[in-house]
């Protein structure tokens, strides 16, 4: 049942939608597919869903186990993000020699990328801080 039946309605008569009431539903088939556990709660001004992945907290994570997660991701920036991801609180120097030696411009800009799209934040000051993957819990 809808929470708005006029907003549902205008939604579906403007193609919006497809149809009400099937959006949970295809969310907990989807994650139960991936093996990505789902929990959905009601809250007091509606519903919460959480989404649970904890493949995420491995040290030796590649680019094949966080492939789904980066879908549109070219190469480059899916080693990078591995590495960040081997190595929490890697520095931009360091991630150069390790992705043989992959220019230092290349790298800063690839992180600026990975930073804004919410894939790593940096932490630390500037001399002795370094990037992370940002958990999704």
């Given at each position: 049942m809808p929470r708005n039946p006029l907003i549902s309605e205008v939604l579906y008569l403007s193609g919006d939608i497809e149809k009400w009431g099937s959006?949970?539903?295809?969310?907990?088939?989807?994650?139960?597919?991936v093996n990505v556990k789902v929990e959905f709660n009601s809250i007091k001004?509606?519903?919460?869903?959480?989404?649970?992945?904890?493949?995420?907290?491995?040290k030796n994570i590649s680019s094949k186990n966080i492939e789904g997660l980066n879908e549109g991701?070219?190469?480059?920036?899916?080693?990078?993000?591995?590495?960040?991801?081997?190595?929490?609180?890697?520095?931009a120097k360091k991630l150069s020699l390790k992705l043989q030696r992959r220019p230092i411009k290349t790298i800063e800009r690839q992180i600026k990328y990975l930073t804004d799209k919410g894939f790593i934040e940096r932490k630390g000051s500037r001399k002795t801080g370094g990037y992370y993957r940002i958990e999704i819990l």
């Open positions: 959006g949970l539903r295809r969310i907990s088939q989807e994650c139960k597919a001004s509606g519903f919460m869903v959480s989404f649970h992945r904890s493949d995420l907290s491995g991701l070219n190469e480059g920036l899916k080693t990078l993000l591995a590495q960040i991801n081997a190595y929490p609180g890697i520095m």
